[in-house]
């Protein structure tokens, strides 16, 4: 899957340059919240994106332990 948006934008989830940690937040399903509130979220990852970060993670070694990642020995 081709990013739509952010820093690595026009880039494939399984591109290497992709660092673990980015890809992490994808699959966490992250969020940025509105400067006034910081209970309402202005924008969240999308969820066709959530799903396939969450697969790259799998398929880099990681673990779902609930909604974080451990790296498998």
Do not use: C
């Not at 969820?47 to 498998?72: C, H, N, P, Q, V």
């Amino acid at each position: 899957m081709t990013l739509t948006f952010g820093i690595y934008k026009d880039h494939d989830l399984s591109d290497p340059i992709i660092p673990d940690s980015y890809i992490q937040w994808l699959a966490s399903r992250g969020k940025y919240y509105k400067p006034d509130n910081r209970f309402e979220p202005s924008w969240k990852v999308p969820f066709d994106t959530w799903i396939a970060a969450r697969l790259e993670m799998k398929r880099r070694g990681y673990r779902s332990i609930g909604s974080r990642f451990e790296k498998e020995l």
